[in-house]
């Protein structure tokens, strides 16, 4: 149980361009869903929590409005990297948390490589 | 400002032996605390939880131990296998900040040799 899927594993873009990644709960009902991102050989920095039905809540220093999060169903959230730079480049990395539950269970992962 | 620490980067430890990693926290908020495995280029992995509430939680071959008032808690593996290789993660919520919103270690990364 608590299996949480990203999609796509890695995409390489061109700079300028928006690539969305998405975040599915396959097996729980996820309430809050997080978006994390990954410098290597660093630790997981929270970007934004995102609760169903409501608008996300971003961290400080997070632009959002250059990184888009959608959480529209129990089941499915979206961040979206709008106008990609080089410097976007990163492990992108989602969780989802289940009603009254505190532990989050994280996706794989979205390696995104901006040329 | 670093509210979660995991001093040592690495650890290295034999097959069979018993692996121990620290974590220490800041904020005497903190009432969670969750350990996490992680491999390179895969998320991480939900490995076992503790509550303020308990100074114990045990699972299979992994324990956590919490101690408030030192603000510290350990994770013991053993015994330790190769496949216990990878980073681990401690991480440390408030049930007084946002739902679920977690502070995360830096990592330590365990090796584990045959």
């Known amino acids: 149980g608590a299996v949480v899927s990203q999609h796509p594993s890695w995409v390489i873009c061109k700079s300028g361009t928006s690539v969305k990644i998405e975040c599915r709960s396959l097996d729980f009902q996820a309430t809050t869903m997080f978006w994390y991102r990954q410098f290597p050989k660093q630790s997981l920095m929270l970007m934004a929590t995102?609760?169903?039905?409501?608008?996300?809540?971003?961290e400080q220093g997070v632009e959002k409005d250059k990184f888009l999060i959608n959480h529209a169903s129990l089941t499915l959230s979206t961040l979206t990297v709008t106008s990609a730079h080089p410097e976007d480049s990163s492990f992108y990395i989602c969780s989802a948390s289940a009603s009254g539950r505190r532990e989050q269970y994280f996706g794989p992962g979205t390696r995104l490589t901006v040329t | 400002d670093q509210q979660v620490k995991q001093n040592s980067p690495s650890l290295s430890v034999q097959e069979g032996r018993i692996s121990i990693l620290n974590c220490d926290y800041t904020?005497?908020?903190?009432?969670?605390f969750l350990w996490y495995k992680k491999y390179p280029a895969e998320g991480p992995t939900f490995l076992i939880s503790?509550?303020?509430?308990?100074d114990k939680n045990e699972d299979g071959r992994f324990t956590v131990f919490l101690n408030k008032s030192a603000k510290h808690l350990s994770l013991h593996i053993v015994p330790s296998q190769p496949g216990d290789s990878a980073v681990y993660f401690c991480a440390a919520s408030a049930s007084t900040d946002s739902w679920g919103k977690f502070q995360f270690g830096a990592g330590t990364q365990v090796v584990v040799t045959p």
């Open positions: 995102s609760n169903e039905g409501s608008k996300a809540t971003y």
């Open positions: 904020n005497s908020m903190f009432d969670y």
């Open positions: 503790i509550s303020s509430i308990k």
